[in-house]
């Protein structure tokens, strides 16, 4: 699957006393990532919203390699590795720009609600543009 990349500069309310990135802001990140993976597809949250689908997190899970601190300029990739009857995965890598040190990678399985919170399949259309 194809991979999709989003910059972010490390915020100063992003670190921790220790002037490092707090390990709970990769989750937000990762947020990013996948947020505007599916604004390039075409598909906004916003949209799908309005259609009654909703795709809350149900797993996630974050491997730090290396620390990032205030200023740093991160490369958020983004990929669909999982595609299944009402799941989908998310695979996250970030980097640093400056010396493309891998920073951190995880993923996120989502899983696909109606209006009542109910599972339900992805709608075909909305498959067909994340394969």
């Known amino acids: ?3 999709y990349e989003v910059k972010t500069r490390v915020r100063y309310q992003e ?5 490092i990135v707090y390990y709970a802001n990769f989750f937000v990140y990762f947020e990013m990532g996948r ?3 599916l604004r390039e597809l075409g598909l906004p949250y916003s ?5 009654h689908i909703y795709f809350p997190v149900i797993e996630a899970h974050c491997r730090f390699r290396s620390p990032a601190q205030y ?8 990929s ?5 009857h009402a799941t989908l995965k998310f695979n996250y ?4 720009e400056n010396d493309r040190n891998r920073i951190a990678e995880g993923f996120t399985k989502l899983a696909c609600l109606n209006v009542n919170r109910k599972p339900i399949p992805i709608p075909e259309k909305l498959k067909k543009l994340l394969q």
Do not use: P, Y
Request: charged share 35%; aromatic share 0%.
């Open 35 to 37: 947020t505007e993976l």
């Open 93 to 96: 890598t970030i980097v640093r």
């Open 71 to 78: 200023d740093d300029i991160l490369i958020i990739q983004t």
């Open 80 to 84: 669909i590795s999982e595609l299944k």
């Open 1 to 3: 699957m194809r991979t």
């Open 47 to 51: 949209e799908l919203e309005k259609e």
């Open 15 to 19: 670190t921790d006393q220790m002037g």
